[in-house]
């Protein structure tokens, strides 16, 4: 059978508009995955990334109408969710026989609702879909009865059903290495403070998180944390990479995983395996400060870590207890100066306008990143996530006004979602955002310790091609905000 997976992106390209380069996206691995499965059994499989691949809607409709699969399956995440309503009205519309699947985080959630709401979608595939399609693919082309593949939801006559639960795979190396011959690697870069060296790509080695509490995360949720924290044995990861830097020439790899430091044996046997066997790689990952210890800052540096994203979320106690963090003020400080000290630069992310926020609390926030002397400060709004304690807090209404209840588009972070009571309004908040930002970098001390930092004319470069994009994105949302 012949598949096509379309990884949706923010909106189409308008008909006219001009093609520009896509900065800050990575190769959808979650997705190859679900490919190379179908290709190992036969399938014919493509994957249109639309976040790099720029279509209009009659571009997307020849593509498929060329292309001609029997088969489409796009995942929904809450701000994707609009259009990927659309994407599939305008399929069924040109091509009615097409057989239509829905999986991702938003159609797992809310599953019943997906299909009610959209009936050009023939399938929802919930949770951890891998065996899930396989088996689908397979059922509809042998003419078997679909209610024995586990993990669907679909139609029977006028009602909406549930073939039941599929178990989750503890063992994540039962699953084959994402095949990267799905995607035209060249077209994938990295936004400049993500990369030291290219060719760059990325990589997963677990799923779930052992912590599992922080309140705006989805990972706390009992639709995921039911499934634990798995992942890759060492010799596996190894093996992945090899594969990269053999077939693809990668000399960086960016771990997408959730919380790379968890399982802190796991990480130091995985540096004493690149150490060992000399492998040429530099890398970063993402991180949560309890899991840093001095010793393994300089091990991680020694195997090739070179930056660190860590999830600092405010700079007020009472807040990071509220959503439930399990970290101190000290513990962040003393993370990042045990990276820094191993001479890892360290990313910071940062929440606004949380519930029990004040603006005054909100101004701490910003002048506690700054003390921090962090390589790269994010400052995102709260963004309550459907399933979540936060959305809960949200939208109970008592600690502030939520817009969000269906408006999905706005669920980027970037968008305010929610108010707190002590904000006067929209714009108080979007206007301490980018004071953050303008804070942050256009101080001395930031651009002093980035020019004491180069070593290379490639550093160099690095750090020009960052301030340039961060320019443009602030002038892009100062024009979507205003």
């Known amino acids: 059978m012949k598949v096509l997976f379309i990884v949706p992106p923010f909106g189409f390209r308008k008909e006219g508009e001009k093609i520009k380069q896509k900065k800050g996206f990575m190769p959808p691995i979650g997705v190859a995955l679900l490919a190379t499965l179908l290709d190992g059994v036969g399938h014919e499989v493509r994957i249109l990334d639309m976040q790099i691949d720029q279509l209009t809607e009659h571009e997307l409709i020849d593509y498929v109408k060329e292309y001609n699969p029997s088969f489409v399956c796009l995942a929904m995440l809450d701000a994707t969710a609009t259009l990927v309503h659309k994407i599939f009205h305008v399929l069924k519309s040109s091509l009615p026989s097409l057989i239509t699947v829905a999986g991702g985080v938003h159609a797992s959630m809310y599953p019943k609702k997906v299909l009610e709401e959209n009936k050009d979608i023939d399938y929802i595939a919930v949770g951890e879909a891998e065996y899930t399609l396989r088996d689908l693919v397979h059922a509809l082309e042998e003419k078997e009865d679909l209610k024995n593949v586990k993990g669907l939801y679909l139609r029977e006559n006028s009602e909406i059903i549930s073939t039941g639960y599929r178990p989750v795979v503890q063992d994540l190396d039962e699953f084959p290495i994402p095949l990267r011959k799905f995607f035209n690697l060249n077209k994938y870069i990295p936004t400049p403070n993500q990369y030291k060296r290219m060719p760059a790509t990325n990589m997963v080695t677990a799923r779930g998180c052992t912590y599992s509490l922080c309140t705006f995360c989805f990972e706390s949720t009992d639709y995921v944390r039911e499934k634990g924290y798995r ?8 093996e992945e990479i090899q594969y990269l830097q053999k077939e693809y020439g990668i000399r960086e790899i960016v771990f997408w995983d959730d919380e790379f430091l968890m399982g802190g044996d796991w990480v130091e046997a995985f540096c004493d395996a690149l150490i060992a066997q000399k492998i040429d790689l530099v890398w970063s990952c993402y991180g949560k400060v309890n899991f840093v210890k001095p010793e393994r800052m300089k091990k991680m540096r020694k195997a090739g870590c070179w930056n660190i994203f860590f999830g600092l979320e405010s700079g007020n106690q009472e807040l990071l207890n509220f959503m439930k963090k399990g970290q101190t003020l000290d513990m962040m400080k003393n993370a990042v100066k045990w990276a820094h000290d191993a001479g890892i630069e360290v990313r910071g992310s940062f929440i606004l306008g949380l519930p029990l926020e004040t603006p005054e609390m909100g101004q701490k926030t910003v002048d506690f990143a700054l003390s921090l002397d962090l ?14 304690e936060m959305y809960e807090a949200c939208r109970s209404g008592k600690y502030g006004t939520f817009n969000g209840e269906e408006d999905f588009d706005k669920y980027t972070t970037a968008s305010v979602v929610f108010l707190p009571k002590d904000y006067q309004s929209e714009k108080q ?12 970098y256009i101080r001395p001390k930031y651009w002093w310790l980035k020019v004491r930092s180069i070593n290379s004319s490639e550093d160099f470069l690095r750090y020009w091609r960052g301030l340039v994009f961060l320019l443009e994105v602030r002038l892009l949302r100062r024009g979507e905000n205003y």
């Not at 992942?231 to 190894?238: G, H």
Request: glycine share 6%; charged share 25%.
């Open 429 to 440: 908040l979007l206007e301490l955002r980018d004071q953050a930002y303008r804070k942050f």
């Open 231 to 238: 992942r890759v044995s060492v010799q596996r990861a190894i």
């Open 375 to 388: 390589d790269y400060g994010q400052f995102n709004l709260t963004t309550p996530f459907t399933g979540t």
